[in-house]
Structure formats: C-alpha cells, structure tokens
C-alpha cells in the first residue's frame, strides 16, 4: 500500500432511459441551443491539490523508529519535519532540547544545521550573478586579489565554478586548519589560512569536498556587497524566502532557544559549548528551526513561491556540475546519479541534520539535532524508506559512539596502571633520592639497549599524535578535541602518561643499582 493517501471527488451522472436521452439529443437539446445567448466563456480553474496524509500505521513506525534510533545513538534531542507538495505531513519535536532543564525539542527549538547550510550560500552567490556582479567561471582571485593556490608547485586559478561544485582541488583537511574566531575579521582570517595552498588535483578536474569552499564563497559575497556575509545573506536571501527564525550568528540564535548541544562521553551524551567558528558560518553555521525547515523544504521542492526572490535559481542548486557528468554535486547539494533524491548532511562538533527533497514526489524530509552523530542520517533515510514502503535499514552505527566506547575501555584500563606506574616510579625515586640506589655503568649493549627504549618510546608518542592522519582524517589534535567524544583525548592524553612513566621507570631503574648490590 502507498504511504501517502489522498481524497479524490467524483461525481457520478445519473442514469437516463435510453428513450429520453435520444429525445433530448435529436429534438429538445436543439431547440434550446438555438434560443440561447452565448454564455460568456470562464477561464478554466486549476484543478485543487490532492490532500495527502499518513496513515495512523505509519505515524506509529515513523515514531518507534525514531525513538529506537535516538535510544541507539544517545541523541538528546531530535527535531523531523515532513512535507508533501506545499501541505506539511509531519512536524514533531523528539526529546529534549537541555537535559538538564528537561526543556523539551519543539518546532521552534533552533539548531545548528553544519553542511546543510551550504545551499543558502549558494542562492547569494547566484544572486551576485544575476545581479551581473560576476561570472561562475570568473576565477576567485579576481575579487579576493590575495588569494592564490598552488598545484604541484605552480599557481593555478581557481573559478567560482569549481567553488560551488567542490571540484576546486581544496584539501578535505584543510577543515582543521578552520580557526575559532568570532570577531568582524573572522571569515578574512579563515580563508586567509588557505593562501598558498596546495591543491589536491588540477582545478575543476573531480569532485573533492571540502567545507572551506564555501567560507570562500562567503568572503566572496562580503567583498562584493560591501556589507558583512550576515547581513547580506539576511536581507537578501533569509527575509526574501520568508525565513524568518533562521539565524547567521549564534549570539542571536541563543537569545531565540538555540537548543544545548551535547557530545558523547562515557557513553552518555555531556553538554557541550563547542568554540565558535564565525568563519565558518557560510559552509556550516546557519542555524533553524522545524518551522523555518518546513518552509525551506517548500521553497527548495518549488511548491510554494515566496515574493521577491526568483526560484529559477533554486532549481540551479539542484543541477550537477555540468563540467564534472560523474560528480555528484549540485550547489550545495549531493545529487546523486540513478536516484530520484537530492540531498545533504551536516554535522558541527555538537549538532548534525539531513535534509532529503524528491522532486518527483514533491517530499521533503528534514532532521535536526543536538549531537553530532551518524544516526541522525540513518534515521532521515530510515524515515524516507518508511515512507516508500519499505523496512528502515539497520544503522551501521556512529563513528563517534566507536572512538567513545574504544576510549573508555582504555580508560578503564589505563587508569589504574598510570597510577599504579606513577606509583612505582615515585618510589624508585625516593629511594635514588635516598642514596639507597646509585648509578651504575653501563656497557656499549645497556647504551644500546636504552636507545632502542627511547625510541620504542617516541615512535609511541608519534602514533599517538598521528592518529588523525592514521584514521584517514589528517587533521590536527586541536580539531579532534573539539569534534570528538571528550574521552578521545583523555584516552590519549593517559596512555601517553602511562608509557612516559614506565619508560622513566625502565630508565631509572636501568641505570641504577640498590646500594647493598653494589658492595
């Protein structure tokens, strides 16, 4: 059976005695023709939209699923939003928006969006365009003069283009390099961290997603308006849609019921102030609510027209770069070839979303939440399978539930060896300090045999400092601190205390000797 359901009328004519009927047609429907005047002819009305619903059955496995899902991925508080043609099939609040207060999620509960922001930037540049102020293949540089890139040593151009459609050659890493800045200057100083920089690939030659494309495109919209990204992106694209509780700074949206943001530690969601990246606001930090999502969702699907902005441009965001046929990249969108569906996630250090338009169905599915978590788009795809009829599929899990469960079994561990080394060695200590032990030579094999020690020591600490790049992130630890668990670095922090006690330990002790051996 269809998820969605909708009403048709019908009228039925009633049925007529042959004999009367051919009596109308051949001698009275004539006569009553000829007497008539010709009636006016009225424009033709458009036919009412079908009226579509859930199921009882449906809204009931929507809500296990959901509840399931955030029982699984420890998520504090969840916010989904359904709509089908310009109706709203769905919008409910899940948990709480603060655990502490128990204040509860509500449609009007704001959140940080992460990547879903990136199509609001896309609609100001394409307004920059229109307006004749640019051309899409005009290289960056040409406005942010300073900005250059390099590849394989050599200065290459980059376009606007490339920018929009993540083909520009930008490192994915280069999201660690991002500082967290909140003064007027911050979206200069964050994509200044880019000059110089070394692509991965020939510009324009295959997608590479890297969120600091869009901080780009932001100074790009601030340089050529002449106002702050903000301000411009408010009074042009927010308040023109319509959008009037979607926020460009977080001090605003904090004076609105910006809800808690929350990371996991212990394996239980903690409260968490994540610093601010203001430089980052145009690829990540536009923050919304279910009630503004509704009419994001509308606007993006063309089934409602808000006055004052032309939603052709929409429908551009929604095309795949036409220079790249393989890519899967709109303008801030993720369209994917083979599929009906055009979507894109988005994750910060303490909240996550999803949001999934079909055009052909004319649906759009939205998800906000308060931890940064993978479950948050297993359950927007789980919700739109449901809606197709079909099962939800498990959850692989969250990659930040694995690094906290991996962490605390290490601290668990770790622990109590740190200080059970601790221990031990300030005991040696104490002993050397009171001359009950004293050094002792060693031969070219115990100078050997040290050196190989310490070694064994630093290629340890290395390790552990290299393990962003290991995992295949490449990021510094300054970033992994502020985007994973808390327990992440504790866990790291404490097994390098534990090797560099035992490591002193082995040291200590090696080269000494209690002093009755000695005699």
């Not at 808000?306 to 929409?314: K, N, S």
């Amino acid at each position: 059976m269809s998820y969605f359901k909708y009403n048709h009328s019908r009228k039925i004519a009633p049925r007529l005695p042959t004999l009367v009927l051919w009596l109308a047609a051949i001698v009275i429907l004539p006569a009553w023709i000829i007497g008539q005047e010709p009636a006016p002819v009225s424009p033709q009305e458009p036919a009412p939209e079908p009226v579509y619903q859930l199921s009882p059955d449906q809204i009931e496995k929507i809500e296990t699923f959901v509840a399931n899902q955030m029982r699984l991925g420890k998520m504090p508080g969840l916010s989904v939003v359904l709509v089908r043609g310009s109706q709203t099939l769905y919008k409910k609040g899940f948990g709480f928006a603060d655990r502490k207060t128990r204040e509860p999620v509500t449609p009007a509960t704001l959140f940080e969006l992460g990547s879903t922001s990136k199509a609001f930037t896309a609609l100001g540049v394409l307004l920059l365009q229109r307006r004749g102020l640019i051309s899409l293949d005009d290289p960056v540089d040409r406005y942010i003069h300073w900005l250059k890139f390099k590849y394989r040593g050599k200065e290459v151009p980059v376009s606007i283009h490339q920018l929009l459609h993540q083909s520009s050659g930008i490192p994915f890493n280069t999201i660690g390099t991002i500082p967290p800045l909140e003064g007027d200057d911050a979206l200069d100083l964050t994509v200044k961290t880019l000059r110089g920089q070394s692509l991965a690939h020939q510009p324009g030659q295959k997608f590479l997603y890297a969120t600091i494309n869009y901080d780009v495109l932001g100074l790009l919209i601030q340089t050529l308006s002449g106002e702050s990204y903000e301000d411009y992106m408010k009074e042009k694209v927010l308040l023109p849609l319509g959008l009037t509780s979607t926020y460009l700074t977080r001090k605003e949206a904090l004076e609105r019921g910006l809800a808690q943001g929350y990371k996991l530690f212990f394996k239980k969601p903690l409260a968490y102030r994540a610093p601010y990246y203001r430089g980052n606001v145009p690829a990540g930090y536009v923050i919304t609510n279910g009630d503004d999502l509704e009419r994001w969702l509308k606007i993006q699907l063309g089934t409602i027209e808000p006055e004052g902005f032309p939603l052709e441009l929409i429908s551009k965001t929604h095309e795949r770069d036409p220079q790249l046929p393989d890519s899967p990249y709109g303008m801030g969108w993720f369209v994917l070839p083979g599929r009906a569906d055009i979507l894109h996630g988005g994750q910060n250090p303490n909240y996550a979303s999803l949001f999934i338009l079909n055009p052909d169905l004319e649906l759009g599915i939205g998800v906000l939440a308060n931890l940064n978590s993978d479950f948050v788009g297993e359950t927007g795809l789980g919700i739109l399978a449901i809606l197709m009829g079909r099962e939800p599929r498990i959850s692989a899990g969250d990659f930040n539930a694995k690094m906290d469960n991996a962490s605390t079994l290490i601290l668990i561990a770790g622990i109590p060896l740190l200080i059970l080394a601790f221990i031990l060695f300030c005991i040696l200590v104490g002993r050397i300090i009171r001359k009950q032990r004293q050094y002792r030579r060693r031969g070219p094999i115990g100078i050997i045999t040290a050196i190989s020690v310490s070694l064994l020591f630093l290629a340890f600490v290395y390790l552990i400092f290299s393990f962003p790049t290991l995992i295949g992130y490449a990021v510094p630890w300054s970033f992994v601190t502020v985007w994973q668990p808390a327990t992440l670095s504790m866990a790291a922090i404490t097994l390098v205390s534990l090797i560099f006690f035992l490591y002193l330990y082995f040291l200590f002790r090696f080269f000494t000797l209690p002093v009755a051996a000695r005699q």
